[in-house]
């Protein structure tokens, strides 16, 4: 008896259990429309709501069986599932076939587990989540383009391409790119030749020439010495009885260096495009039908392009192509009534990925041409010590090296008082300043960020001002 009892009490309390269950859950979905009074009714695709009626009712009709569906569960309470994305009317009649209400269902695309995926994928945006029809409507802020994409694209594994995006991106998006182009250019040349000549008859102008070089007339003193037209050449000339001897040494050494700097700073929204040209254009003929020519311009001197990604934690991406260029009349050509020169062109691209401040040396380039000639006379030119007077050796080295450095930072606007022009610096002369005292030009005294900037030297820097 005791188990008996324990038993039917255990049951007694599972039933009571499970019937508040039952009821709690039947509240939840229960609507209950009143005689007289239209009702809006949201239901959820592949769910039902149960709706029940103040007043009992005879017939039931609905206008788009697709969209929704019902059953009687009795005179008042009926079952509405939800199929398809979309509205239709559910009309409730009395036995007299008076109408009681009509039910407007909204059936909507079930986003409850859209809304937890967001949550849990990017727990710190603020993004709103609704439904449109049979899509889903993306709103609110987030906090870059990368976080927006990854939303956009969770959103179309539950509604394939129908995905409204009205989420706007609350972070900086704006970035500076600092380009340092550094070009050095080192030449070294060396010449050493000797011509020897002797003239066995003098005035009868018959002789023999040694080394290549043409010789000056040495006149009549012996042991004359004068200078060639060329840099570093030295004549030496003089008479032994009826022979005339000639000598004429040429030693030339050449040094060069060419130093190119160029610091271009240029702003872009992500995902836009920036470009940049230091230089000019130089004008190239084009052949045209009829015979006839036409005039193109090739740009030449600094160039930058690039196009910024501002994504996840202050990360910038970057899509550069800078180039270096020149003219180079050396190596161009002529056609016609036109001389066309070449160009020299060192350039790059590539995409690389860095922080806000931090910098990349994305180019390098170091050429070394050398080039060594020796010309002598047969047989001659190889006997010790004397046969370096017929010998020639001509010796050059050509060495650049080009670096490209870049710098990207995220910036926003400021006051433009708060910036400075390199004009800032100095202010025209009166006439007496000028005139009197020939001054060309007068420091800037004026105060606040202008005037200090103003008070520095033409080696500071300008461009934007980062905190």
Known sequence: MTNAGFFKAALLGLAVFFSSFVTELQAENLQVVRKGASRDLVVTMNRAVVVESDVPFAELSIANPAIADFSTLSDRTIYVLGKAPGRTTLTLLDETGKLITNVEIHVSTDISEFKERIQQILPNERIEVRTANDGIVLS???SSTARMERA???AERYAPERVSNLMVVSGNQ?????VRFAEMQRSVS??????LAIDALGASGRGAAFGGSNLPSTGTTAGGVSAGNDAGAAFFGFDVGSVEIGI?????EQKGVVRTLAEPNLTALSGQEAKFLAGGEYPIPVAQDNDTTSIEFKPFGVELNFIPHVVDENTINLELAAAVSSIDPTNGFSTGAFTVDAFRRRDTS???SLRDGESFAIAG????DFRDNNSQVPWLGDVPVLGSLFRSADYQRAQTELVIIVTAHLVTPTRGEALALPTDRVRLPSEADLFLNGRLMKSNRAGGTVGEVARQDFTGSYGYVMD
């Open 174 to 178: 704006q970035v500076m790119l600092k």
């Open 248 to 252: 004429l040494m040429q030693a030339l």
């Open 152 to 154: 956009l694209a969770l």
């Open 365 to 368: 380039l170091l050429q070394d």
């Open 190 to 195: 060396k010449q050493l030749s000797t011509s």
């Open 350 to 352: 590539t995409t690389v």
């Open 140 to 142: 609110g802020s987030v």
